[in-house]
């Protein structure tokens, strides 16, 4: 699920809420379509990949099986991307100001 078990569920959900405060429909949009891209980026950024279920994922480098690999290197159906974590959304919420002023 993403969600770091040092802070749980509830500590995200309030997080989220209180960084999302002002958003408009459209700036939420285009905050989650940026946590997606961030699981996409962290694709092209990997140098060692672990094979689960048939697919290629991202794993560090110390992992067992880890094997030196570019994205490039495969073809897209052989990779696993990983779902959008709370954290993503977070990262992204940083970036991404309300486009509306609330005082």
Do not use: M
């Amino acid at each position: 699920s993403g969600i770091n078990a040092e802070y749980g569920k509830q500590w995200y959900q309030r997080r989220v809420r209180r960084k999302t405060e002002g958003y408009s429909g459209s700036d939420l949009r285009c905050a989650v379509t940026d946590a997606g891209l961030i699981a996409i980026r962290e694709l092209s950024a990997s140098s060692h990949w672990c094979v689960q279920n048939n697919k290629w994922s991202p794993c560090p480098v110390d992992a067992l099986g880890a094997i030196r690999l570019s994205l490039n290197q495969l073809k897209p159906s052989q990779v696993s991307v990983r779902g959008v974590t709370a954290k993503d959304l977070l990262a992204s919420l940083s970036c991404t100001p309300p486009s509306v002023f609330s005082p």
